[in-house]
């Protein structure tokens, strides 16, 4: 028999086994399932609680998981056209099969997770980043009255191992690539910290009179066309000062340009980007410049590293030689020293080390023999 809840609504067991709360406003009725007693009254509140702000209740109509995703990726505002790209692509991959026919009213967390279970954890954490916000657009919609991925568990990748050389490796790299065109964009990379896509951005013009590079932008393909777009957060915006090496790597970098377009006349493009293609100055592919390095480690008996691998080393050389948290997390363009800290909690261990043996000669007694 209905059990009747808190407010106008009923709960009830159906003959299936399944659970099923219904609550009527101003004429219109709703009703919601579940596997248990606890689930619908807790989708029942939801109805009540929204039916209480908004004097309706949510009507998702027959509109499917791929109807939210299409129409809320169709009109995102807060969105780059790179991102909506990205996340056209992954639900398409990953979601559309399992989800993307589904009504938006039923659902449920365990749909949702058992999506992100067939999964890698990297895959099923980008996923739910996708449908939740998704989901909450939904909601912001009248079209549910609660998010789903609210009530699941969210799929937490296994932290990546991250290979870093040692400083004989770097030396190994930086003679063995010497006469690479590519070396001015690996120095700038190892030198200035900056990631793929901010480098591969860079004008003539940010360069400014060779000291230091402005950071403004980032290149990435959209519809296999490039395209620059705002960095990842307004901290990422910076001016980076430039060690001699680097230097004379973008001035090297500026003469083997001239010849390359002295060279290819009037098939050259000007771009006036700092770094592009050596037969028509087109800019340059990241798959380009990974697949070099990575031919380069194999040559040179290396660790393989990425792009955003060099990156990672320099940060890291940066926090061993001593170098503030903050100082790095501002050359980083990272939003805050929080995310470093996170990062490079390797490369910040063995200060522990020296901080214990500073605080130990400060508490050592007076006329104790010096270590």
Known sequence: MPKKTHGEGTVFRRRDGRWQAALQVNGARRTVYGKSEREVRDKLRDLQRRAAGDGALPTPGRRTVADLVGAWLAGAPDLKPTTVAQYRWFFDKYARPALGDARLEKVTPDHLQRLYASLTPAVGQRVHVILHRAFDVAVLWRWLASNPADRVLRPVPKPKSRV???????GTFLEGTADHWLQPLWLLLL?????????????????????????????????????????????????????????????????????????????????????????????????????????????????????????HLHASLLLNEGLPVTAVSARLGHANPAITLKVYAHALAGQDAQAAQAIGRALAPANAPAT
């Open 191 to 311: 030198g200035t910290g900056l990631r793929l896509g901010e480098a591969l951005a860079l004008t003539w013009n940010d360069v400014g009179l060779g000291v230091a590079v402005t950071v403004s932008g980032t290149l990435q393909r959209l519809n296999g066309a490039p395209v620059v777009t705002t960095p990842k957060t307004p901290a990422a915006v910076r001016t980076v000062l430039l060690p001699p090496a680097v230097i004379d790597a973008l001035q090297r970098q500026k003469a083997q340009q001239d010849a390359w377009r002295t060279a290819a006349g009037a098939r050259w493009q000007d771009s006036d980007f700092v770094f592009t293609s050596a037969r028509r100055g087109a800019p340059l592919r990241h798959d380009v410049v990974q697949a070099a390095l990575r031919r380069e480690c194999a040559r040179l008996g290396l660790p393989a590293v990425t792009p955003h691998g060099l990156r």
């Open 164 to 170: 870093l050389w040692t400083r004989a490796e770097l």
